[in-house]
């Protein structure tokens, strides 16, 4: 029972020791945290900005060219991402253009051959 007394004493002292460098690594540790909260919020922000803002931009355009067949070409910032996904858009709006103007075309010639068959016959 002596034994075990003097034990506990001694782990008494170590947790009195353990307790005070655990204090002294807690103070700075939260004041380095709120240094740097302000720091990952903006970077957050700034993250999220450049993620976001392109895909809405993306989904305007791609929900005015289903609209009304045509749209401007996508346009992100410099230092946005999914620039690629701007550059293949622009070439398939480019591309659908394209067929829509031969489509027309092959309809126009198909009208004018009818009504010239229509006034020959």
Do not use: K
Not at 21 to 41: G, K, N, T
Request: proline content about 3%.
């Amino acid at each position: 029972m002596g034994a075990t007394i003097l034990g506990m004493a001694g782990l008494e002292g170590a947790r009195l020791t353990t307790g005070g460098s655990v204090f002294r690594f807690v103070i700075p540790a939260i004041f380095f945290s709120l240094f740097m909260l302000p720091i990952a919020l903006l970077d957050a922000i700034y993250f999220t900005n450049r993620i976001a803002g392109p895909l809405f931009s993306f989904r305007r355009t791609l929900r005015q060219l289903v609209t009304t067949g045509e749209a401007e070409p996508v346009r992100f910032r410099e230092h946005d991402y999914f620039s690629d996904l701007a550059t293949n858009f622009n070439l398939f709006r480019d591309q659908l253009g394209q067929h829509q103007a031969q489509d027309r075309d092959a309809r126009q010639l198909e009208f004018d051959a009818d009504c010239e068959a229509a006034v020959i016959g």
